[in-house]
């Protein structure tokens, strides 16, 4: 067996794999003589099937797979060996020109195309420097907070007549342009929250409302050409959603309120625990440390993408992307070259972010401990119990589950990755400078997706 390397340039190499017969010949006799053992062909008692007999029945399909085999164990101890990092996976070149008889005399040669992950150098300092936005809690935030508190824990009743942040229940029907129905037009019936509609205009016209009254709805208007509001209004596709022209009848069937709890020691218990907030100005207190958390979650965040963006900005280097895209359109049979032009920039980032995280962690000799993986995934289904109850679970039950979670593979890696992220995302943090900006959550709100 011959395995050579041909460089094409600094990111691009064609390996060679030289086959002669005795390289597979052991292994393909091994494997027929294994395949007689277990063959069931009548004629032959189970497992006295001569391997002669085997060989001119299956012996092309079994050399094919011996080889086949053989060559990705060659190629990744080559890899290995060679310590070679590359990108993707390596690809086959094919060779129309080469033709081979596959009559165990043959002698093959292979080639494989493979992308060689860029040299870098890192040079991160305190010169380099990213904004953190440390976001006031105002009034109107803390309000907001407090009233869906209440309202989650409130009563459901059914006034007369509908007012602000009451829940229309309501009978949709599409209109035709001249104002009647449409035939076999779009019919549902739904909830419709005055605290979603985005107009003014239409908000106000569904303010005063009594069951029995019917009014036209303009849907598009009311959420301000939303798809996704729209789609949950009508009962429909958001790709449907986003077509409707048509007004809407909409008949009021019932009008639904939720009234805020009350403020009393019962509902102070079931929010935060018994004994855990006594006076309305502790529960004030304790709703705006929450909410405080939250808006520094939110700051954490935009900071932590914020540095990602920065990082592959600055880092400068080269990837082979041309045979990236071929490894793409190999892997994903289903990827259009429209689907591969319009999102290889982004893949072309996040390879980019792993390259200098991989980096990072070596050249500072960074360890991801077990202990970190099980931490965070632990904090993970934390806060997705709190999402269904504000009382915490047990701290032995919650590290039973944690322990459960981490057992499937995919969730283990995706932790892994998460923990190996924010390790990359803290040490480039301690490096440069981060300075701090005060600001509002309504000029945050300007600011967060960019």
């Not at 008889?101 to 292979?110: L, V």
């Not at 976001?135 to 007369?160: C, F, H, Q």
């Not at 019962?266 to 929010?271: I, M, N, P, S, Y």
């Not at 995934?377 to 459960?404: C, G």
Request: charged share 30%; no cysteine.
């Amino acid at each position: 067996m011959n395995i050579s390397q041909e460089k094409k340039d600094n990111l691009n190499a064609v390996i060679t794999i030289n086959l002669a017969p005795e390289d597979y010949a052991t292994r393909v006799d091994k494997a027929i003589k294994d395949h007689a053992k277990k063959a069931n062909i009548p004629g032959f008692r189970k497992g006295m099937v001569p391997a002669a007999h085997i060989k001119r029945m299956y012996g092309k399909s079994i050399l094919v797979d011996e080889i086949n085999n053989l060559l990705q164990d060659t190629l990744n101890n080559y890899l290995n060996e060679q310590q070679l990092d590359v990108l993707g996976q390596p690809l086959p070149k094919m060779d129309d020109s080469k033709e081979y008889n596959w009559d165990f005399a043959d002698s093959f040669e292979f080639n494989y195309e493979v992308g060689l992950a860029p040299e870098f150098a890192l040079d991160f300092t305190s010169n380099d420097k990213v904004t953190q936005y440390d976001i006031a809690v105002d009034d109107e935030t803390l309000a907001a907070r407090v009233k869906n508190l209440r309202r989650s824990y409130g009563k459901m009743t059914n006034p007369d007549v509908s007012a602000d942040d009451d829940v229309l229940y309501a009978e949709l029907v599409q209109l035709s342009p001249d104002g009647s129905v449409f035939e076999g037009g779009i019919v549902n019936t739904g909830s419709i929250r005055l605290d979603q509609v985005q107009n003014e205009e239409v908000k106000k016209s569904l303010i005063g409302l009594k069951k029995g009254d019917v009014l036209v709805f303009d849907v598009q208007k009311a959420y301000n050409n939303d798809a996704a509001r729209v789609a949950a209004i009508l009962g429909v596709d958001e790709a449907d959603a986003a077509e409707v022209k048509s007004n809407f009848q909409v008949t009021v069937k019932n009008v639904n309120r939720l009234d805020e709890a009350d403020l009393t020691q019962e509902f102070f218990d079931k929010l935060f625990g018994e004994g855990e907030v006594k006076t309305e100005e502790e529960f004030t207190a304790k709703v705006k440390g929450e909410v405080e958390m939250m808006m520094q979650q939110d700051s954490d965040r935009k900071l932590q993408n914020d540095i990602y963006k920065y990082a592959v900005d600055k880092v400068s280097f080269e990837l082979p992307d041309e045979f990236l895209k071929r490894w793409l359109k190999a892997t994903n049979e289903n990827l259009s070259e429209e689907e591969l032009q319009g999102g290889y920039a982004d893949f072309a980032k996040g390879l980019k972010w792993t390259l200098i995280g991989n980096k990072i962690i070596k050249d500072n000799s960074i360890e991801i401990k077990y202990e970190d993986v099980f931490a965070t995934a632990k904090q993970r289904l934390d806060a997705q119990f709190r999402m269904y109850s504000p009382q915490p679970l047990a701290e032995d039950q919650l590290a039973q589950y944690t322990v459960q979670f981490l057992q499937n593979k995919e969730n283990a890696n995706r932790i892994f990755d998460e923990v190996k992220g924010q390790k990359v995302i803290d040490y480039i943090r301690g490096v440069i400078t981060v300075d701090h900006k005060a600001t509002t959550s309504e000029e945050f709100a300007k600011v967060a997706n960019d």
